[in-house]
């Protein structure tokens, strides 16, 4: 097949790139130019930008292609100036969205069924914590109407894997490897009892490749196996724990968000910790193990020169807060 994927140099979009190239399609790229990535041989690149409407996308040309993949649709006008040029010259429009575009994120299990938020009424607003999952409705809406039964919709659980710049699953890989060294204990929230979930973005590629092929329209959840926070550290190595509840952190100024990936159980946005694939594993999502995804990201990072987000002085400073506290964190054996 003949691909054209709208982004395709950084993270998730790379990833999909490789994989429709290891399958044996044709791919090009519509990108603005500003990350000079390694991509594989005969990737044809085009430059251009969707901000600035039809113009933005002259590079196209009156080409067609047998389907679209929009990985970096952010913004409804982005997405309307894509869909638009693209309506009658590709026969299926993929569009990688969000499981942040539940209007109940707290609820468990998350299914596609689930209601959505209200879309953005701002086409042009800024991506924020609070304005991106109102966004992708909104641009969820414009694919779907452009395409009807031609709109696949992808909702990606937090991606993991090999080039992840975000540095949010890179983490405890990373800490735990530090344990290893003699770097211990490793400061976790909550009790190991709490949960993480995230797909591997070679999963998700990989995914995408087939629903493509198989010009599968629907909308699918795409996440991974839903871990306990102790069989996770566990399965990276960590051997000794120090757990701390959420009140202790907050009792001496570190919040929960302070640690990637967690997101209490039963808190608002605890259902997204508990996302239903069923569907996208229906469809041949093939899940990676964890272990395997957690080794691979670590080993890509050893050169990537990216900084922890929980920094070795961060943690120690509230660990040593906790137990000037008198609350040192009790340390239950792993599983």
């Not at 691979?296 to 660990?319: F, I, K, Q, Y």
Request: with cysteine; glycine share 10%; proline share 8%.
């Amino acid at each position: 097949m003949d691909i054209l994927i709208l982004g395709g140099t950084r993270f998730v979009g790379r990833h999909i790139v490789e994989a429709f190239v290891a399958a044996g399609h044709r791919v090009t790229v519509l990108t603005r130019g500003q990350t000079d990535a390694e991509l594989p041989a005969g990737v044809e690149r085009l430059t251009g930008d969707r901000d600035e409407g039809p113009a933005g996308l002259a590079a196209l040309g009156a080409r067609r292609w047998d389907a679209c993949v929009d990985v970096s649709g952010y913004q409804p006008r982005q997405v309307r100036a894509s869909t638009h040029a693209l309506r009658d010259r590709v026969g299926q429009y993929v569009f990688v969205s969000t499981v942040s575009v539940y209007a109940e994120p707290g609820r468990e299990v998350v299914r596609e069924t689930d209601p959505l938020l209200p879309p953005c009424p701002d086409e042009a607003a800024p991506v924020t914590g609070d304005t991106y999952g109102p966004l992708k409705v909104a641009c969820e809406a414009l694919v779907e109407a452009a395409f009807p039964g031609a709109a696949t919709i992808l909702r990606p659980q937090i991606v993991a894997g090999p080039e992840d710049y975000t540095r949010r699953t890179l983490y405890w890989p990373e800490r735990a490897a530090r344990a290893g060294a003699g770097e211990t204990p490793v400061l976790a929230p909550g009790d190991g009892q709490d949960f993480v979930q995230v797909i591997d973005a070679r999963d998700l590629a990989r995914l995408t490749v087939r629903l493509t092929g198989a010009r599968r329209p629907g909308i699918f959840n795409v996440a991974g196996p839903r871990l306990s926070w102790a069989d996770f550290l566990g399965l990276l190595g960590a051997a000794e724990v120090r757990w701390a509840s959420v009140a202790d952190l907050e009792a001496v100024g570190a919040g929960p968000q302070e640690f990637p990936l967690f997101i209490p159980r039963g808190s608002a946005q605890g259902g997204l910790m508990a996302v239903d694939a069923a569907a996208a594993l229906a469809a041949g999502l093939v899940l990676t193990d964890p272990a395997v995804t957690a080794a691979d990201t670590l080993a890509w990072s050893r050169n990537a020169g990216l900084l922890p987000l929980l920094t070795p002085a961060r943690e120690a400073e509230v660990l040593a807060a906790l137990e000037a506290r008198g609350q040192e964190p009790e340390a239950p054996g792993l599983p």
